[in-house]
């Protein structure tokens, strides 16, 4: 079974710093997406950040930006100059040969003023 | 673009009884998926649409559980006899399906509460 793990069940960052969410996973593919997810306090699930697994370049996504590390299975989100409106529940997730997402349990980041 | 709504937000049932939910997915969106999201957890994959077509069904997705996109408009997921382990968030999501594992838009879900 193909598995993500999130071994960060919680975080803080102060405003205006930086933090790096933590994601691993396991996967048989040879070519497979990753995602980071964002879930803020009861609305709607967005994406953050999609990663072709085949593509070396670290995606990017203004603030947002990831640490793909494929030999490691590694995929960990860095949030610059957090802000107040990124306090939310963050998913690592990773595709597999269909459709289907595999998510992790989540981090829950909170953002201090 | 009016992003994908869910009908109803909250649904509180006895156990046995049946329960339907809808989904509105966007309207271009080719691609349609059912998750189950539950406490503490993140969403767990249950089925997919293309079109009218559901092509992939995962085990979670019991005999009690039947889901429909007739006209590969919206789609209506249905569980029968429901049971407390049901209890979750059910959350629906849309593609364009033009290609593999693109961005999904997520509706707020239905929660559903069986007591």
């Known amino acids: 079974a193909q598995t993500v793990t999130q071994s960060q069940p919680e975080m803080s960052v102060q405003e205006a710093e930086t933090v790096t969410l933590s994601c691993t996973y396991d996967?048989?593919?040879?070519?497979?997406?990753l995602f980071w997810y964002k879930q803020p306090p009861s609305r709607q699930m967005i994406l953050v950040i999609r990663?072709?697994?085949?593509?070396?370049q670290n995606a990017t996504e203004n603030r947002f930006s990831v640490n793909f590390q494929k030999a490691a299975k590694s995929f960990s989100l860095k949030i610059s100059d957090s802000q107040l409106g990124d306090t939310a529940m963050y998913f690592c997730?990773?595709?597999?040969?269909?459709?289907?997402?595999?998510f992790g349990k989540g981090t829950s980041l909170l953002v201090t003023p | 673009d009016t992003g994908v709504s869910q009908d109803p937000r909250h649904k509180i049932t006895k156990r046995g009884q049946n329960v339907t939910f809808r989904c509105d997915p966007i309207?271009?969106?080719?691609?349609l998926y059912w998750y189950r999201q539950t406490l503490g957890q993140g969403p767990e994959f249950l089925t997919y649409?293309?079109?009218?077509?559901?092509?992939?069904k995962s085990r979670l997705l019991s005999d009690r559980f039947s889901a429909e996109r007739p006209k590969g408009s919206f789609s209506t997921l249905e569980i029968q006899r429901t049971e407390q382990g049901d209890s979750a968030m059910y959350l629906c999501?849309?593609?364009?399906?033009?290609?593999?594992?693109?961005?999904?838009?997520f509706g707020s879900g239905t929660q559903l509460s069986v007591l």
């Open positions: 309207s271009e969106h080719n691609r």
């Open positions: 997730a990773s595709s597999n040969s269909g459709y289907a997402l595999n």
């Open positions: 999501a849309s593609d364009l399906g033009t290609g593999r594992n693109e961005k999904l838009f």
């Open positions: 996967t048989s593919e040879s070519n497979y997406y």
């Open positions: 649409f293309q079109n009218e077509a559901q092509l992939e």
């Open positions: 990663q072709e697994a085949y593509k070396q």
